[in-house]
């Protein structure tokens, strides 16, 4: 087994140098990072301390790679039931997880995340929030270095494997739902963040819908935030007959902008998040058990981990109404 020691004379520093690049330490010169890295790549260094872990009864050791919502002030709920599912299917399952904020690693390149990753003795990468920008992601699980499950994106290969709803599906369904109960004809719809694998899913949903019951459709981006949303409202809404939203968030917003406009348009929402139920006004939604997605992400790796191939697993939803009574604890 490589030794602390072999490394740091491979990197040409001291060992308390290596322990700090390891841990994550401020003040180390990008340069010796690097020189670092590229030795614990070399000599392919693990950790004594998860050597020792891996060689237990731990299954593996992954990391969940994490986008954090930083459009609202509210509670990224979405982020912590992902984080909750994942998390105590790991304990089941003994696989060892730590989280990784993607703004931690958003300044490495392919290669440096890959070092990072396996200093860490990582071998499964559970990935939320990639979008179709995410160059540097894509190359990370292009490489199959790890074993990846990617949610809320489609792609696969022999050792990535994808977990979502049909999006596209359910963004038709609580659409169509809404409209029909108050027989619309001119619909905004307040889009995603663009180049977001959901946003595409959802927005071609909204487009077929729009397309098989003839509507007037108008289309503008709200980039997951409600203050963007309430904006959009503000501005197109007045001659519209409905407000259909690509996440609860923005429903919200625009919900809010509406009763300030003082005029009523049917809105609904999708994600099923708990603050829907304390808006004040019932809205449809489309409910996503974010919890049970993360499991199923952990219990995927798992499979990866045992030699099987990447596939794509697709869970139910279900179209919902969120009331303060069935939310409070």
Known sequence: MVS???VADKAGVAISTVSKVLNNYPYVSEETKKKVRAAIHELNYVPNTIAAALSSKQTGRAAILLSL?????AIDEITMQYLSGVLNQALALNIEII???????????PEEITRYLQSQGITGLIICGISKDDRYLH??????????????????NENT???WIDNRRAQYEVAKKTILENTCKRVLYIAGKKNGYVTNERLAGMRQLADELDLKLLVRDGGFSELKARKVTFRYAGNKDAVVCASDLMAIGAMN????????????????????GYVGKQMNTVRQNFYNI?????????RLFDGESGRDIVLPFELVKLYYRDIIC
């Not at 919502?69 to 002030?73: D, H, I, L």
């Open 294 to 302: 993360g499991v199923n992400a952990v219990t995927e790796l798992k």
């Open 4 to 6: 602390i020691k072999e």
């Open 99 to 109: 989280t990784i904020f993607l703004s931690m690693i958003s300044h490495m390149t």
């Open 161 to 163: 494997s994808y977990v």
């Open 139 to 156: 190359q990370l699980i292009e490489s199959q270095v790890f074993r990846c499950v990617v949610v809320d994106a489609p792609i696969t």
């Open 69 to 73: 919502n930083t459009q609202t002030q």
């Open 257 to 276: 902008a509406l009763t300030e406009m003082d005029i009523f348009r049917p809105v609904c929402g999708f994600d099923g998040i708990t603050l829907m």
